[in-house]
């Protein structure tokens, strides 16, 4: 007979209701972010010109990883769009090879590997890429659990609530709710801060997106699972 929905359900769906939207924002460019972000909606227009972009960047900067590793995840964006086929295959190929060459060149960018991380842990299970991401995931928590500082807060976020669902998927559910848990308490931690003051006109700015408030259920859903 039917138990009702799983103990972990709350904790996860409160974990993706505030998970922060700047997460993946491609840094320094908000053109290409915004592509990226379109592309990830599933704007097919908008991932051939993210595409576009960032082999244009590459080509004045071949050694940015970051811009490697957003454009592998871009291509498997296009392997998603292509229909059954070996152009599908190619992209998704190249995608991945991309995303691996962006996290050998840069081991110590908590960003390029998070970006790697995520994306794999996106890809459909009979590619053989979730144990890697796993991996990383696990990785990446025990690194940001030293050193907060490698990731921005909306990285953060998306870090544990990635690590939550690649746990969910291995079946560790206990790790899962662990992961969504603290995911759900850095959230709560960004909400308490002060508001900082905004940057002097040129000044690099340290974030990568603005925090949206967490709904009334999803915190009934932390404080009650």
């Known amino acids: 007979a039917w138990q009702g929905p799983p103990r972990d359900l709350p904790v996860r769906a409160c974990a993706r209701a505030i998970a922060l939207p700047g997460a993946r924002a491609f840094p320094n460019d908000p053109a290409i972010s915004a592509l990226y972000a379109r592309g990830l909606a599933g704007d097919r227009a908008a991932v051939s010109d993210c595409i576009a972009a960032l082999e244009k960047l590459l080509a004045s900067q071949p050694d940015e990883p970051v811009a490697r590793v957003y454009l592998g995840s871009a291509y498997t964006l296009r392997s998603r769009d292509l229909p059954i086929g070996p152009a599908k295959l190619r992209a998704l190929r190249k995608g991945v090879a991309l995303m691996d060459e962006a996290a050998a060149a840069a081991p110590e960018n908590a960003s390029v590997q998070l970006t790697r991380a995520v994306t794999n842990e996106a890809l459909p299970a009979f590619l053989g890429r979730r144990k890697i991401a796993r991996e990383q995931l ?73 925090c949206p408030r967490t709904s009334a259920g999803a915190r009934r859903a932390v404080r009650d699972p």
Do not use: C, F, M
Not at 189 to 202: D, H, K, M, N, S
């Open 138 to 210: 696990d990785q990446l928590v025990a690194q940001i659990e030293k050193d907060g500082a490698k990731l921005t807060p909306a990285e953060q976020q998306l870090l544990y609530l990635n690590a939550g669902e690649a746990a969910e998927k291995a079946r560790d559910i206990a790790r899962a709710r662990q992961l969504w848990r603290r995911g759900v308490a850095l959230k709560a931690e960004i909400l308490a801060q002060p508001p900082q003051e905004a940057p002097e006109a040129g000044a690099p700015s340290a974030g990568t997106g603005r």
